[in-house]
């Protein structure tokens, strides 16, 4: 039985600034924002938006009401939660409105989370072959004003239905994965900024990669030959390059264009985005298949997925016949088209906004946020949420 993606799908909120813009703010040369770190816009959140909201935002942009009585299962990735308590993907699964018997859960391991969320809807489906299941990564990337890491923040969600005979991408059996207790990147509970060792996360990411990579030609026989494309978890759009270089001279003149052809199209949507965290891996796969026009069905796509402290992992999927059929790709150009810049001092207003701490109540006003699906303040230590299309 084939199981895979069915359907994918994402959500980012309607503020962004522009790279050039925060560098020269920040007394940087544009240049090393936007070609040393590969960086155009960084999404913004604004309070009205948090990892709930932008995950069911990405859900409600791809469910129908099959799919809303068949999940059976919703798994929530995410390193920024809400709750040390109550899972994400209790509150996605009221906002969009699913079938009351569903098992839903939050699952954390850095970045790697949504793939960890991939692996675990394969084994559920494989036992259930009817049931679908909702795995959602979502994120605001967060480092801190004038920090080393401000240019590779960002904040979005997307969206997966994983089920049997998907239509976009059926994920192959094998994969290699690997962990090693190290500290490149963490965030203790009492901080709401991550902390990071760029360097180093940088050299143990691209180590990961090559460890992988070998033991997956070793199990597989397969070489660089196989694949269409690579795409790679992009904490910023340079990264996934450094890694692809590693292994490029492996493959044939005509792979090596290929693969670097399409890891560009890879990339473009994580450029104008930034880093989403859980998501992110899977936002690279989405602008391959939405702006790559000629991609074959049949075709091997390579992912990449890794996750700081560390955890990654190889996997592969193979383009399934009418992928294309299933994407939103006019929906997802609208968000694109769709945004509002602010300049640097808004975003750094926005930034500073936080929600109380203390117990306070608090209103927003929604109206200028775009989205269906808003947060609308707190009352008693609880967010509220609403769905304007209830
Ligand atoms: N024009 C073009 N490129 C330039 C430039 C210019 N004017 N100035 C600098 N650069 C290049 C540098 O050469 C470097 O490229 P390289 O990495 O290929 O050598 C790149 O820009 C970044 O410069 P660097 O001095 O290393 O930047 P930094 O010390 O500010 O750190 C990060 C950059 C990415 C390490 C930092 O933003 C970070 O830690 N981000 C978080 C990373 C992360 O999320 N890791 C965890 C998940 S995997």
Same mark, same amino acid.
């Given at each position: ?12 909120? /309607? ?17 090393? $924002? ?6 155009? +816009?960084?999404? =913004?959140?604004?309070?009205? %938006? ?40 209790? @509150? ?82 094998? #994969?290699?994965? =690997?962990?090693?207790?190290? *500290? ?8 709401? +900024? ?8 940088? &050299?143990? @990411?691209?180590? $990961?990669? #090559? ?6 030609? &070793? +199990? ?11 795409? $790679? /978890? ?6 996934? *390059? ?10 044939? &003149?005509?792979? %090596? ?13 994580? +450029? ?5 965290? !859980? ?10 298949? &939405? %702006? ?10 390579? =992912?990449?997925? @890794?996750? #700081? ?27 694109? !088209? #769709? ?14 906004? !936080? =929600? ?7 209103? $927003? ?19 509220? @949420? ?5």
């Amino acid at each position: 039985m084939k199981i895979g993606i069915d359907k994918l799908g994402f959500y980012v909120p /309607h503020l962004y600034v522009d790279m050039n813009k925060l560098a020269v703010a920040r007394n940087i040369e544009p240049a090393k $924002f936007t070609i040393g770190i590969g960086q155009e +816009k960084m999404a =913004l959140a604004p309070i009205t %938006q948090d990892p709930v909201t932008l995950a069911a935002n990405a859900a409600l942009g791809i469910l129908d009401e099959t799919d809303k009585e068949k999940i059976d299962f919703v798994i929530f990735a995410t390193e920024t939660g809400i709750d040390h308590s109550k899972s994400a993907a209790v @509150y996605v699964h009221h906002l969009v409105g699913l079938n009351p018997h569903a098992r839903c859960i939050e699952v954390k391991h850095a970045c790697y989370g949504a793939t960890a969320a991939i692996q675990m809807a394969k084994g559920h489906v494989a036992l259930n072959p009817e049931s679908k299941v909702l795995v959602l990564g979502s994120d605001i990337a967060r480092y801190g004003l004038n920090t080393s890491g401000e240019a590779t923040q960002g904040a979005g969600a997307v969206a997966m239905v994983i089920s049997a005979d998907p239509k976009v991408i059926a994920l192959e059996a094998q #994969s290699t994965y =690997l962990t090693d207790d190290i *500290m490149d990147f963490w965030r203790p509970n009492y901080s709401d +900024k991550a902390f990071v060792d760029g360097k180093f996360s940088n &050299e143990q @990411y691209i180590l $990961f990669f #090559s460890k992988m990579w070998e033991q997956y030609k &070793e +199990k597989t026989g397969l070489d660089l030959n196989d694949f269409e494309a690579l795409c $790679f /978890h992009l904490p910023y759009t340079k990264m996934g *390059m450094k890694a692809l270089k590693t292994v490029l001279d492996e493959g044939t &003149e005509a792979t %090596q264009q290929r693969l670097a052809a399409n890891y560009k199209i890879s990339a473009e949507y994580n +450029k104008n985005v930034g880093n989403i965290y !859980t998501g992110s891996l899977y936002l690279s796969l989405l602008s391959l298949l &939405e %702006q790559k026009e000629d991609l074959q069905a049949g075709s091997r796509i390579g =992912l990449f997925s @890794y996750g #700081s402290g560390a955890v990654g992992e190889f996997f592969t999927g193979i383009l399934q016949a009418g992928f294309q059929d299933h994407l939103y790709v006019e929906e997802h150009k609208g968000l694109f !088209t #769709s945004r509002t810049e602010v300049s640097v001092p808004e975003y750094e207003e926005i930034f500073q906004e !936080t =929600l109380p701490t203390d117990g306070s109540n608090i209103e $927003f006003n929604i109206d200028k946020d775009p989205a269906a699906i808003c947060l609308v303040g707190m009352t008693d230590n609880m967010r509220n @949420y609403v769905n304007k299309l209830r």
